[in-house]
């Protein structure tokens, strides 16, 4: 229990963690390309989900890496309008990340595309999202 | 602790949530292939699993698409003959959607392949399959 | 709940779980290779990851196989020099799977590469290692 209250309280006396923006781009290769999942209704998952998204971004250079944030199942709450992390989304939407919704996920719940937060984007089915990113070559995560 | 309450109330009202069924097959490329690992005790993570796994065939079509679940470690249980869990698994099964159990984890916890449910296969060690369907191409997710 | 038990308390008479020694190896192709992440502050979670990994490598034969295990959010503090998983971490380094720790990870929490068990590699960012370990080929699994 200690070493649980000593990460989390780091963590919320740092905010979200980040580090230095990485060195100018030297090449132009194509983007390395990650799809971190989330799908528990866990408040902690949701933060490093943000958290590491912004990391691998400023750690490899916002033009060498393209990242989606998938939220399906339990998750998807996060992505409501009147949710308490419409800041921090936000915050990651602004920087390039791409934040997703599931469609399918959303009926379940009774949610609309108009309540959720300005800026996400929608695909049918999470999971199916997920498959076809990964046949397309982009690594996966669940945090 | 609101907005847990509401995915899982809605969930729990529509049962296992569904699509209905995909456009037919016009095409007779390969299958997309994906792999979806249990590895927790947490019923909700279990249905998750089966209805994903459900949604993602429904949504693409069950031609396009060939699933499996992997069970190892404490979601191993989910596959016992007394499971609970019977008739939603054995309804997965039926659509063509290959459910396997680690017997590995089986040998720690003293199952024996009749103290399973029927319809289910076997591998030696779950994690070995899921690293090796990866290599083979099979997208992975764990929900 | 009586499940739950049984296999937690099956898995902790028994010790990690293990498997003979996989016969000789017959063919020099390129290893397998399999990251797995840990990312929880969970020591049931922990536990699996280390039985997976060594349970991979007897099965599949230790030359058949690279495995590392990545660690990092909440799930750094198993690696701290004082964790009580030192001998089970250590086994593991022993049996050539590499364990790696997130610098980005021990900033957050304040801790130094003298704060970590010996034998302990690092990363600066463990998500962009697990990317590009996926990108260059590796399997990918989170117990």
Redesign the interface.
């Given at each position: 229990m200690m070493?649980?209250r000593?990460?989390?309280a780091?963590?919320a006396a740092?905010g979200i963690?980040q580090?230095p923006a990485a060195a100018a781009v030297q090449n132009a290769a194509r983007p390395?390309r990650?799809l971190?999942?989330i799908?528990d209704?866990d408040p902690?998952v949701w933060a490093?989900a943000l958290s590491?998204a912004r990391?691998?971004r400023n750690?490899?250079g916002p033009d060498k890496?393209q990242l989606e944030i998938v939220a399906?199942?339990?998750a998807?709450?996060m992505l409501?309008a009147e949710s308490d992390w419409r800041d921090r989304v936000t915050q990651v939407i602004d920087e390039s990340i791409r934040v997703i919704a599931c469609e399918?996920?959303m009926?379940?719940?009774?949610l609309k595309r108009d309540d959720m937060l300005g800026g996400v984007d929608f695909v049918?089915?999470g999971?199916?999202h997920?498959?076809?990113r990964?046949?397309e070559?982009w690594?996966?995560?669940?945090?």
């Open positions: 070493l649980r000593s990460f989390f780091a963590a740092l963690a580090l390395q990650l971190i999942q799908s209704y902690r490093l590491n990391n691998v750690d490899l890496v399906y199942g339990p998807i709450h409501e399918n996920t009926a379940t719940v009774g049918k089915t999971l199916a997920i498959m076809q990964e046949l070559g690594a996966y995560a669940r945090p």
